[in-house]
């Protein structure tokens, strides 16, 4: 996934393995919200999703 802020607002994407970005529309994240705090709040919406090899969200490059 990638996140992205344009014109003040956070927007939310699934990225493929082949390059194709597709726009996550049912996720809102809360234009206030500061860089260092993504990781946070997007582990709190997808932490069901976690498992043993991945248990959190991290920031990636």
Do not use: C
């Not at 996934?1 to 994240?29: C, H, P």
């Amino acid at each position: 996934m990638s996140v992205l802020k344009k014109e003040q607002a956070w927007q939310l994407f699934n990225e493929s393995d082949t390059g194709i970005r597709s726009r996550v529309y049912d996720v809102v994240i809360p234009a206030d919200l500061k860089p260092a705090e993504l990781a946070t709040y997007l582990d709190d919406i997808y932490h069901e999703f976690s498992t043993e090899k991945h248990p959190k969200v991290i920031q990636v490059g």
